[in-house]
């Protein structure tokens, strides 16, 4: 498959208001390597929302290592974002590094 039938297959979603900071989200993007093409899924909670390039970083811990991904709301692998868990909880803090 080539990039371009991947990009008419999926649409480019921005990441509304809905998402916050303190959310437990699972993304599912697609990734490509030399000759594979792979569906990858990550759950991560959002750290912060940077407004001025619509992007989210999410973090997560996965045998002792902590992983952070940053993922633009414009990228054409993206495929869906939805939210597991939702904080009644307001942070004060625009990135969330206690967590």
Do not use: W
């Amino acid at each position: 498959m080539k990039i371009s039938i991947l990009k008419q297959k999926t649409k480019n979603k921005k990441f509304n208001n809905i998402i916050k900071r303190g959310n437990i989200l699972i993304v599912k993007y697609i990734l490509i390597k030399e000759d594979e093409i792979k569906t990858m899924n990550f759950i991560g909670l959002c750290i912060a929302r940077i407004k001025r390039n619509n992007a989210i970083v999410l973090k997560n811990t996965i045998k002792k290592e902590k992983i952070k991904l940053i993922i633009y709301g414009h990228s054409p692998l993206i495929t869906s974002v939805k939210i597991i868990k939702k904080f009644k909880k307001k942070f004060r803090l625009s990135k969330l590094y206690y967590k």
